[in-house]
């Protein structure tokens, strides 16, 4: 890839801001059929921007973390409402109808042609280190560093935000989850980050400024 890393610049790349208008196309159309699924997706889109820059990640590479993150489950599209919006726990059979959400957003995604992996970072986002994910088995390293970083940003607002089921799990609690998880389940590095940028108390780090664009969800 040639193009331009100087976070001053990336939005100034045609292709950039082509791709950025796509994204934001598909996540608004998602909002319209489910905002609560939405979102997750913008809180999980700053928290993996905030992980991936305590991490070192370049500017373009944090740019495609987030456009990745804010619509990593646009595949639930393809999964009945009823079954996404359940209060209650999903048979075998709906959750195998859940998971199909990667293979369906990768095939969505793939149709933007763009040069970066955001098709894969988000087929890969409920991969899991020690290849108990969906939906390839990959382990380790086979899964890109940015949906290692995106997993856990998944898993850190699942647990503290509202389901219909539940109510939102403390800090405490989430944090000491996601510290079991790391090294079989989640990447270590990315959680160490992620409690990092929690305990901090900073809604974004500040190298994401630049890059976060305002939420793409809101529907006026
Ligand atoms: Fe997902």
């Known amino acids: 890839m040639t193009l331009a890393t100087n976070a001053l610049h990336l939005e100034d790349t045609p292709l950039l801001r082509a791709l950025r208008d796509s ?8 909002h319209h059929r489910d905002p609560f699924t939405c979102h997750h997706q913008e809180r999980v889109g700053r928290l993996a921007a905030s992980i991936g820059a305590l991490m070192g990640l370049r500017p373009l ?4 973390l987030h456009l990745a993150a804010i619509v990593h489950d646009i595949g639930k599209l393809g999964v009945p409402a009823e079954i996404i919006g359940k209060p209650g726990k999903l048979s075998d059979a709906e959750y195998s109808l859940v998971q199909t959400h990667c293979d369906i957003g990768h095939d969505i995604l793939m149709q933007l042609r763009a040069p970066f992996p955001i098709a894969e970072i988000v087929h890969q986002h409920h991969e899991r280190i020690d290849g108990s994910g969906y939906p390839r088995g990959l382990r380790g390293i086979a899964i890109l560093e940015e949906a290692r970083i995106l997993a856990v940003a998944d898993t850190y607002d699942a647990m503290s935000s509202y389901r219909p089921y539940r109510a939102p799990l403390s800090e405490d609690f989430v944090l000491g989850e996601l510290h079991k998880m790391a090294g079989h389940l989640l990447d270590p590095g990315a959680v160490d980050a992620c409690v990092r940028h929690v305990l901090s108390g900073t809604t974004a780090h500040p190298a994401t400024a630049a890059l976060v664009d305002a939420p793409v969800n809101q529907v006026s």
């Open 23 to 30: 994204i934001a196309m598909l996540a608004r159309a998602h």
């Open 61 to 64: 590479r944090l740019k495609i």
